[in-house]
T-cell receptor, first 108, second 114 residues
């Protein structure tokens, strides 16, 4: 079983739609959680950290469920520019473990 | 902003060549990492370093070595390149042992071994 699992997608949604991605992790000792965004042929960039109480950054909301060991990312009012691959990232110890990513394609 | 610079964007090498991939960061970060990224496999950690002259194996170190002679520079070495090492190589750095602030990645080196 992979340490961090994501549905690879692609998720094809129209502009303005709300879309949600989930991610599960296997290490119950994981301490920190992140979502990274990776555009085609570019490097991953930190989108947002995920806090236990949940957190919001504009149209993006991240949630953490420690009991079920999953993390979610909700994107409201999708824009064409949101098209990218979203990587779920988990820290257990001093290193980050990356999921394989979920590809999002927002259509006009 | 932290900048992580990888020396080459694209590289083509022949099987058996010794290949050096260079990575430099300009924010005095303690930690540096080398990953490779392949379709369907995601990012896999090759080697990492928490300090000068220190290195630790990641998940897939076979066929690779690293060098960290200066804090800002972390080099990945393919001792004898093989076609299965064709991949996107990403260098990353972070400030210290707590990755709360996440990693900053370089723009990647797409290596093709022929």
């Amino acid at each position: 079983r992979k340490e961090v699992e994501q549905d690879p997608g692609p998720f094809n949604v129209p502009e303005g739609a709300t879309v949600a991605f989930n991610c599960t992790y296997s290490n119950s000792a994981s301490q920190s959680f992140f979502w990274y965004r990776q555009d085609c042929r570019k490097e991953p960039k930190l989108l947002m950290s995920v806090y236990s109480s949940g957190n919001e950054d504009g149209r993006f909301t991240a949630q953490l469920n420690r009991a079920s060991q999953y993390i979610s990312l909700l994107i409201r009012d999708s824009k064409l520019s949101d098209s990218a691959t979203y990587l779920c990232v988990v820290n257990a110890g001093n290193m980050l473990t990356f999921g394989g990513g979920t590809r999002l394609m927002v259509k006009p | 902003d932290v900048k992580v610079t990888q020396s080459s964007r694209y590289l083509v090498k022949r099987t058996g060549e010794k290949v050096f991939l260079e990575c430099v960061q300009d924010m005095d970060h303690e930690n540096m990492f080398w990953y490779r990224q392949d379709p369907g496999l995601g990012l896999r950690l090759i080697y990492f370093s928490y300090d000068v002259k220190m290195k630790e194996k990641g998940d897939i170190p076979e066929g690779y070595s690293v060098s960290r002679e200066k804090k800002e520079r972390f080099s990945l070495i393919l001792e004898s390149a093989s076609t299965n090492q064709t991949s996107m190589y990403l260098c990353a750095s972070s400030p210290g042992p707590d990755p709360t602030y996440g990693y900053t990645f370089g723009s990647g080196t797409r290596l093709t071994v022929v």
